[in-house]
């Protein structure tokens, strides 16, 4: 039997050589199939371990409050990652801070509303500036490092402003920004703090921290008509208090809403960013949109197989007078699909990692490799190999060797 199939294996690779300009036209319609597979995969890969990653940082301890819309599961989802104001009808107050605060065993709470909005700086009028609101806790609780200067601080004056890295280089002139001013909704703030710079774009609070201004959300909630609470991260004071806190919060939550339980708790074990969600959802999307492209390829096989079938008629013919049976001429020609699909997915296997490692030299995330890329490429390349070359193969099989013999192409 393994001399058989070796007969066979050679016989297709001796087939697929002399025809080499089909071979690579064939080749080349699954190649670009793979690779666009093996690109959106290594690349949502890679941006899942960079969420994961995040989460799991200093994050056993964290316990993430997230308002629900109302929608199902996809359209929340997508609604709160796209909109420009997310949660624009949040069921979180800051009542509802007070009360988690008072649960035993929290280290720290903090509320984060986030807009984007004008700001004037002197006489110039700056647009699309991420404002933060949220409380002086919210240093420890996202663990923030300073640069210069200090935090928010309730014993102080409320109108004051902690400056993200890039937000004070790019806007107020550098680090050393303390003591400059600003006005934003009418009214005027003092910078006293700036960020060390984070850079980690994608967090679990979905917000660009060093692209943003931190002001108090007690002080914004006197200016703004209603305030809309995206997320309330709290911190446990160790990791075994975190199933009960969460037990505490739902409670306590349901008991002041009476009864309405409008909101999501998140902890670290769970997927923190909502961009995780979404990504899987986009990710499915684009992988089923890549699958077209595979079976456009394993067409091309199949036409091509069907051509081979024609021009070698009188060859099958000669191999079935001589002893071959139908089931020989199959595997012929079902491993010369097969072979031709596989070479396909190999070079798409490469083209598809060289594409993603140029990609993520301009993002923030590296390119995702694993053995379950590898099995699902190798398996789907395989498929298609069997899929759309067992008809040409079973043509052939069934060719009559009397009317094969008298075939001249």
């Given at each position: 039997?393994?001399?058989?199939?070796?007969?066979?294996?050679?016989?297709?690779?001796?087939?697929?050589?002399?025809?080499?300009?089909?071979?690579?036209?064939?080749?080349?319609?699954?190649?670009?199939?793979?690779?666009?597979?093996?690109?959106?995969?290594?690349?949502?890969?890679?941006?899942?371990?960079?969420?994961?990653?995040?989460?799991?940082?200093?994050?056993?301890?964290?316990?993430l409050?997230?308002?629900?819309?109302?929608?199902?599961?996809?359209?929340?989802?997508?609604?709160?990652?796209?909109?420009?104001?997310?949660?624009?009808?949040s069921?979180?107050?800051?009542?509802?801070?007070?009360?988690?605060?008072?649960?035993?065993?929290?280290?720290?709470?903090?509320?984060?509303a986030?807009?984007?909005?004008?700001?004037?700086?002197?006489?110039?009028?700056?647009q699309?500036?991420?404002i933060?609101?949220?409380?002086?806790?919210?240093?420890?609780?996202?663990?923030?490092?300073l640069?210069?200067?200090?935090?928010?601080?309730?014993?102080?004056?409320?109108?004051?402003?902690?400056?993200?890295?890039?937000?004070?280089?790019?806007?107020?002139?550098?680090?050393?920004?303390?003591?400059?001013?600003?006005?934003y909704?009418?009214?005027?703030?003092?910078?006293?703090?700036?960020?060390?710079?984070?850079?980690?774009?994608?967090?679990?609070?979905?917000?660009?921290?060093d692209?943003?201004?931190?002001?108090?959300?007690?002080?914004?909630?006197?200016?703004?008509?209603?305030?809309?609470?995206?997320?309330?991260?709290?911190?446990?004071?160790?990791?075994?208090?975190?199933?009960?806190?969460?037990?505490?919060?739902?409670?306590?939550?349901?008991?002041?809403?009476?009864?309405?339980?409008?909101?999501?708790?998140?902890t670290?074990?769970?997927?923190?960013?909502?961009?995780?969600?979404?990504?899987?959802?986009?990710?499915?999307?684009?992988?089923?949109?890549?699958?077209?492209?595979?079976?456009?390829?394993?067409?091309?096989?199949?036409?091509?197989?069907?051509?081979?079938?024609?021009?070698r008629?009188?060859?099958?013919?000669?191999?079935?007078?001589?002893?071959?049976?139908?089931?020989?001429?199959?595997?012929q020609?079902?491993?010369?699909?097969?072979?031709?699909?596989?070479?396909?997915?190999?070079?798409?296997?490469?083209?598809?990692?060289?594409?993603?490692?140029?990609?993520?030299?301009?993002?923030?995330?590296?390119?995702?490799?694993?053995?379950q890329i590898?099995?699902?490429?190798?398996?789907?390349?395989?498929?298609?190999?069997i899929?759309?070359?067992?008809?040409?193969?079973?043509?052939?099989?069934?060719?009559?060797?009397?009317?094969?013999?008298?075939?001249?192409?």
């Open positions: 039997m393994a001399l058989l199939l070796n007969t066979h294996f050679h016989l297709a690779i001796d087939s697929l050589r002399r025809n080499r300009g089909r071979t690579f036209l064939s080749a080349l319609g699954i190649a670009i199939g793979v690779a666009s597979i093996v690109l959106i995969l290594s690349l949502t890969g890679g941006i899942n371990q960079l969420i994961s990653a995040n989460s799991d940082r200093n994050n056993a301890d964290l316990i409050v997230r308002p629900l819309t109302g929608k199902n599961t996809t359209e929340n989802i997508i609604d709160e990652f796209t909109s420009n104001n997310q949660f624009t009808k069921s979180l107050t800051l009542d509802d801070v007070k009360t988690i605060g008072k649960i035993k065993t929290v280290a720290a709470v903090s509320p984060i986030s807009s984007s909005n004008a700001i004037k700086i002197g006489n110039r009028t700056v699309s500036i991420n933060v609101a949220t409380n002086p806790d919210f240093i420890n609780v996202a663990s923030l490092h640069k210069n200067g200090q935090f928010l601080d309730s014993s102080i004056r409320k109108n004051v402003a902690v400056l993200g890295y890039d937000i004070a280089m790019q806007q107020f002139g550098g680090t050393e920004s303390l003591a400059k001013t600003f006005s909704n009418g009214q005027n703030f003092l910078v006293v703090g700036v960020l060390e710079k984070i850079d980690d774009p994608v967090n679990y609070n979905g917000v660009n921290l692209d943003s201004i931190i002001i108090d959300i007690d002080f914004a909630s006197t200016f703004e008509s209603s305030i809309q609470i995206q997320q309330i991260d709290v911190r446990a004071e160790n990791t075994d208090s975190v199933t009960k806190i969460t037990e505490s919060i739902h409670k306590q939550l349901s008991e002041a809403k009476n009864g309405d339980q409008s909101f999501s708790i998140i670290s074990a769970e997927d923190m960013h909502p961009a995780g969600s979404l990504l899987s959802i986009v990710s499915g999307m684009l992988t089923l949109v890549a699958s077209i492209s595979l079976v456009v390829g394993g067409i091309g096989i199949m036409n091509i197989m069907l051509v081979s079938v024609s021009e008629t009188r060859e099958i013919g000669i191999r079935k007078s001589v002893g071959a049976s139908s089931g020989n001429i199959l595997l020609f079902l491993f010369e699909s097969i072979i031709l699909s596989i070479t396909g997915g190999i070079f798409g296997f490469v083209l598809g990692y060289i594409g993603a490692f140029v990609i993520s030299l301009m993002t923030p995330f590296a390119p995702h490799i694993s053995w590898v099995g699902i490429t190798s398996a789907v390349s395989f498929t298609v190999g899929l759309f070359g067992i008809y040409p193969a079973i043509k052939a099989a069934n060719k009559d060797p009397i009317t094969s013999l008298k075939y001249y192409h």
